[in-house]
């Protein structure tokens, strides 16, 4: 049987999907001359902006005291010139999406453009911040060797390195470029913290796979947490209409000097206070005082 006998099947499909109302609201329409949004060019971004921050280790190899300013120099040029177009692409999209923003190209082109300059002046804060990241790890676990082996492999340091730019980016006002530098670094290392999240510095995720972090979490000062732990939202508000409420602070804050064992759920708008221990395998729906440790209780012998 030929595929002609097919193509009534296929004709009568192509008429289905194209008929308006089965992708309302599921199809986004470029105006011509706009960038889109790009998975692979946003990789791209990641690569060079870890090659920046961790010069050796990602990147080019041979990167040494001789050659370091040229390296830097050449990925710097190359990533400003990539997340120009991308905050412009996120710029647009955000634009298009939304039909009652008066439409200016030659606005949005300016804005990414001093976006991107804004990033790229930041980078050496973002270096330095990564740095208190990568020593914390290595303090805290017994089983790295070296600061170079936490940076070579930690998955943790991956995705705290991505959110460092995406929660950077996202505070430039730049619409939904954060949000997919956060998913590549979910699907790369198992570990999902959301770009509007404010995390201090020494953060260590140990292990990794699993934990989330919600969008209005607040994390202090050397936090440690391990694998499966979630900084939820307890409950979501909703309209008159039936819809969640945006834009309400509905996660966990955590004080300096935390350590969250694994497994461990923490939800809603509460205070983990400072120097507190929440044990493995925990629900925890209140505040826990300063100091405090929260663990299974023992089973009745």
């Not at 001093?114 to 020593?135: C, M, N, S």
């Not at 020494?202 to 000062?221: E, Q």
Request: proline share 5%; aromatic share 8%; charged share 20%.
């Amino acid at each position: 049987m030929g595929l002609h006998h097919y193509s009534q099947v296929i004709k009568d499909t192509v008429d289905k999907l194209s008929e308006s109302a089965s992708y309302k609201g599921l199809c986004h329409q470029v105006r011509d001359g706009e960038p889109f949004p790009s998975s692979e060019v946003l990789s791209e971004i990641i690569a060079l902006s870890r090659a920046l921050l961790f010069p050796g280790f990602y990147g080019d190899s041979i990167v040494n005291t001789n050659t370091i300013h040229y390296h830097i120099g050449v990925n710097t040029e190359r990533l400003f010139d990539l997340l120009f177009q991308q905050i412009l692409a996120g710029l647009c999209f955000d634009n298009n999406c939304d039909s009652n923003t008066e439409y200016n190209l030659d606005f949005l082109r300016e804005s990414a453009l001093k976006k991107a300059a804004e990033f790229i002046e930041y980078l050496p804060k973002i270096r330095a911040v990564l740095a208190t990241d990568v020593e914390a790890a290595f303090n805290n676990d017994p089983a790295a060797h070296s600061q170079a082996e936490v940076i070579f492999c930690y998955p943790g340091l991956r995705a705290i390195c991505n959110h460092r730019i995406a929660h950077k980016l996202l505070e430039l006002g730049v619409p939904l470029i954060p949000r997919i530098i956060s998913e590549m670094a979910h699907s790369e290392t198992g570990i999902d913290i959301h770009p509007g999240a404010t995390i201090g510095a020494s953060f260590t995720i140990d292990h990794g796979t699993g934990v989330v972090i919600g969008a209005t979490a607040i994390l202090g000062h050397n936090v440690t947490i391990y694998q499966g732990v979630t900084l939820g939202a307890k409950n979501f508000p909703l309209d008159e209409n039936g819809n969640p409420i945006k834009g309400i602070a509905r996660h966990p804050i955590i004080g300096n000097d935390v350590i969250i064992y694994s497994n461990a759920t923490i939800l809603g708008r509460i205070k983990i206070g400072d120097g507190a221990v929440i044990g493995g395998n925990i629900w925890v729906t209140h505040d826990v005082a300063p100091g405090a440790r929260l663990q299974q209780s023992n089973p009745k012998k």
